[in-house]
């Protein structure tokens, strides 16, 4: 038995570090999603504030707030997954993740008196949800990363998709902890009254002095779990290659693949790494556009307006219960991204891009012409779901693939990193612009910012999939080492 399982290596233990490390992308589902639910209790309470005026401008930042944490994040992962290797970088990002929960729960720690909202103290939250976002930036170049370099190239394309899944997973367990942190407690309905001043439901006072408070402080339970876990999981092979410890890349190999191929492994991971510092474009523009571009597209589409702010838009439309059609978004998003996982490696990655790109726009194009529509509701409530659930068997979790395994060894953490903090600034630009967008109006009453905000996500996703058929190439069942050869030919 022992030698049998020498010879062919272990899922088991294959299966468990890929486990601890999708945590990561739990981890950034939630953090990224908990807004969800506590956007609307802070933003009545920041509109209590005596010493400024808490604007749609402003409660877009703060909603968006961590994003700029991931900017500088991903950005940073391709230093320190290069230089401290993937393992350690990940243990930071679950302690960021820990501290952000933390302080977004109780910003007063220290510094100001509880339940007083001030400009100050609105900037000292902002800091907090910085912090998990540098952690949320780091997890999702590095997670990918992580996960493509230690699977094997027959099944990496899988294994890869299911940190989607958790990413997925994450926010539904958070609209699920949301739904029942709020119980019997309402959101509350925000009235301006004038400057700095507005009319708060009695009703929802529990929401806007502590609720919020509880949905940002859930996250420290698994982000103290994943900064645990992860300590004992081994660094990847290809990294230990790049700084010399073969025999130690040997072993971890021979556990995954078996001991005979993973002599055959080491081999082709050294022959590509003979050249450590082969500068970004070494292997021509197109390798480097492409990925940034993949990154783009998947946010432009619009997605995290949808995924952040899905109980604001069904309270709009009308919904009695809009956290209850959120869950059951989350878990349409869920099915939909396991249609990923069990056909990423039979139908290929552009293929599920392309069509997945298809059924955004119908389901955009739905929203932008049937919203605010009386009798339209049901309709733009299942355009809403087509949009979601087309994004989750495809740009959700197909981006992610490629950017782990599109780029040549020698480059792939600078490169994951310039193409993720290109994904973090355009989910950040949409994420920040979409409540303003929205609520535009050329005259008093009219829907022109309900139907030319999802009007431009359905022409975006248009764009998406025509350039997922001109340049993008198709990676399934190409090992990394594959990659090389592929650009070295296109320069």
Known sequence: MQTSQTERGSRA????????????????????????????????????????????????????????????GSALSGFLATNFGRKKSLIIAGLLFFISALGSMDPEFLFFDYGTPTYSLLLMFNVYRIIGGVGVGLASAICPMYIGEVAPSNIRGMLVSWNQFAIIFGQLVVYFVNFFILGDHIQPL???????????????????????????????????????????????????????????????????????????????????????????????????????????????????????YAPRIFGDMGMENPMVITVFMGVINILFTLVAIFTVEKWGRKPLLIWGSLGMALGAFGVALTFGHAGLELVTAASLLIYSASFMFSWGPICWVLIAEIFPNTIRGAAVAIAVAFQWIFNFIVSSTFVPMFNMHLQPGDDFGHWFTYGLYGVICIIAAVFVWRLVPETKGKTLEDMTQLWGKKK
Request: glycine share 10%; charged share 15%; proline share 2%.
């Open 13 to 72: 233990y294959l299966f468990s570090i890929v486990l601890v490390a999708v945590l990561g992308g739990l981890l950034f589902g939630y953090d990224t999603a908990v807004i969800s639910g506590a956007e609307k209790g802070l933003q009545a309470f920041f509109k209590e504030a005596q010493d400024f005026d808490y604007t749609d401008g402003w409660h877009g930042f703060t909603s968006a707030s961590a994003l700029i944490g991931c900017i500088i």
């Open 190 to 308: 925000v009235e301006e009254m004038g400057r700095g001043i507005a009319a708060i439901n009695p009703a929802a006072q529990w929401t806007v002095t502590t609720g919020w408070r509880y949905m940002f402080g859930s996250e420290a339970v698994p982000a103290g779990l994943f900064a645990l876990l992860i300590c004992f999981v081994p660094e990847t092979p290809r990294y230990l290659v790049s700084v010399g410890q073969d025999q130690k890349a040997l072993g971890i190999l021979a556990r995954i693949n078996g001991s005979s191929r993973a002599a055959e492994i080491l081999q082709n991971i050294k022959d590509t790494m003979v050249v450590k510092t082969e500068k970004l474009m070494t292997y021509g523009f197109m390798c480097i556009f492409i990925g940034i571009m993949l990154s783009v597209f998947q946010q432009a589409v619009g997605i995290n307006a949808v995924l952040y």
